[in-house]
């Protein structure tokens, strides 16, 4: 089991802001690939981000590449998303994630092993 908490939500402006965090436990964090997924309200779940294993490798969600930035810090267990030039159609609840098959499963597969309880944002124009 793998146990992801999210932190850094909350409201900014647009143009603004915001970098979340998220802390994971439980099983070697370093085996595992790492992403952001969101749910604005009353939409599916999308993918935003995801970085490997060894953080030498990002991918991003057309709609918030060059914006937004994902990162890891493996002696930390942390998995970050920096968020710049957001826009009001950025609120959502952002999900952290965890999968140890890759990045493949949250890019193509839109589908991760383990969740966080998720942190809202909410952009305002």
């Known amino acids: 089991q793998v146990q992801l908490v999210e932190s850094g939500g909350g409201l900014v402006q647009a143009g603004g802001s915001l970098r979340l965090s998220c802390t994971a436990s439980?099983?070697?964090?370093?085996?595992?690939?790492m992403g952001w997924f969101r749910q604005a309200p009353g939409k599916e779940r999308e993918f935003v981000a995801t970085?490997?294993?060894?953080?030498?490798?990002?991918y991003y969600a057309d709609s918030v590449k060059g914006r937004f930035t994902i990162s890891r810090d493996n002696a930390k267990n942390m998995n970050y998303l920096q968020m710049n030039s957001l826009k009001p159609e950025d609120t959502a609840v952002y999900y952290c994630?965890?999968?140890?098959?890759?990045?493949?499963?949250?890019?193509?597969?839109?589908?991760?092993?383990?969740w966080g309880q998720g942190t809202q944002v909410t952009v305002s124009s």
């Open positions: 994630a965890a999968d140890s098959r890759g990045t493949q499963a949250m890019r193509i597969q839109q589908d991760s092993a383990y």
């Open positions: 439980g099983r070697t964090f370093s085996n595992y690939a």
């Open positions: 970085v490997t294993a060894n953080g030498g490798r990002q």
